[in-house]
């Protein structure tokens, strides 16, 4: 599956955050990541993220596509992160 994470935590655990979510996705911008994940990577990747976070004070966001035939993407100006071969 393709999917796209989106984070807002405080800064104390912005740095674990972001370390851990790199080992599964492709960093796109501030706290903002993408690729693909198996259904088991998936899983552990949430397990890992609920043991982190503060849910009284982070948000995370995933949002979660089967197959990635009719998205597309479109950056305008800057791209900050290394996408690779994504499309």
Do not use: H
């Amino acid at each position: 599956m393709f999917v796209i994470l989106v984070y807002d935590a405080a800064s104390k655990r912005d740095p674990k955050l972001l370390k851990l979510c790199r080992q599964y996705l492709t960093w796109v911008q501030n706290s903002v990541f993408e690729g693909e994940l198996t259904e088991v990577a998936y899983r552990m990747l949430k397990y890992e993220i609920k043991a982190l976070i503060e849910r009284e004070e982070d948000s995370i966001i995933i949002y979660k596509f089967r197959t990635t035939k009719y998205m597309e993407r479109e950056v305008i100006g800057v791209e900050k992160g290394l996408t690779g071969n994504i499309f």
